[in-house]
């Protein structure tokens, strides 16, 4: 069974740090990427960064300079980076995998910023 959790998600002041973390299990075949979505309330789910097997990392135009995201070598924990958070990053972040036997997403974790 594949498996997404999500971690690190808190309150933060804006203009502070945050690093969330994404440990994945259950994988039995290639992974093609991976990636942290957010979805804000009202708003659309949303890519903020994206890490694919091969090519550029993608940000959004919105968190260019400010997020990282990163994986270990054998892709089983994702981390999100996250400096000078915004009071508009706040959202419920989630991790999501593309691997040959499917997609698969974690259940979320908020993220608040105060101004």
């Known amino acids: 069974q594949v498996q997404l959790v999500e971690s690190g998600g808190n309150l933060v002041e804006a203009g502070g740090s945050l690093r969330l973390t994404c440990q994945v299990s259950?994988?039995?075949?290639?992974?093609?990427?991976l990636g942290w979505y957010r979805q804000a309330p009202g708003r659309e789910r949303e890519l903020v960064a994206g890490?694919?097997?091969?090519?550029?990392?993608y940000y959004a135009e919105s968190v260019k300079g400010r997020f990282a995201i990163s994986s270990d070598n054998a892709k089983t924990t994702v981390w999100l980076q996250m400096n000078s958070v915004k009071v508009e990053d706040t959202a419920v972040y989630y991790c999501?995998?593309?691997?040959?036997?499917?997609?698969?997403w974690g259940q979320g974790t908020q993220v608040t910023v105060s101004s």
């Open positions: 890490l694919p097997r091969s090519g550029t990392t």
């Open positions: 259950g994988l039995t075949s290639p992974i093609f990427g």
């Open positions: 999501k995998v593309e691997a040959m036997q499917g997609a698969y």
